[in-house]
């Protein structure tokens, strides 16, 4: 069975840390492209980062560059986003996403929000607070 599982979430003070993991099972990610998306309350759902399989492309949204790094451990069969200066507008439930490769992992494909709906898979988000 095909699965992604997304979890290290939390609450955390404006200005901390989180590292969020994206473990897949059933398949390996090897061949695919990765995404993290979230989504607060009454607000649509944003592409935040992503990843080409073959690690040479990676791109993140305006709002997150500079703060966030996205990155995958093969082996491991994960994929990770760190999250540094966290602010209380990054709160949400976020999860992550594959998409076979060759995918559209760019940063016009993160503001495009289509993006998220042509990924093959999706998984479970894990909820992120981050309070002022």
């Known amino acids: 069975e095909v699965q992604l599982q997304a979890s290290g979430g939390g609450l955390v003070q404006a200005g901390g840390s989180l590292r969020l993991s994206c473990e897949a099972s059933?398949?390996?990610?090897?061949?695919?492209?990765i995404g993290w998306f979230r989504q607060a309350p009454g607000r649509e759902r944003e592409g935040v980062s992503c990843i080409s399989n073959s690690d040479s492309t990676i791109a993140y949204a305006d709002s997150v560059k500079g703060r966030f790094t996205i990155s995958r451990d093969n082996a491991k069969n994960t994929a990770y986003l760190q999250m540094n200066s966290l602010k209380p507008e990054d709160t949400g439930v976020y999860s992550c996403?594959?998409?076979?490769?060759?995918?559209?992992?760019?940063?016009?494909?993160?503001?495009?929000?289509?993006?998220?709906?042509?990924?093959?898979?999706w998984g479970k988000g894990t909820q992120v607070t981050v309070s002022s």
């Open positions: 059933g398949f390996a990610v090897d061949d695919y492209d």
């Open positions: 996403a594959v998409e076979s490769a060759p995918g559209r992992c760019s940063g016009d494909s993160l503001a495009d929000d289509t993006y998220y709906y042509g990924m093959d898979s």
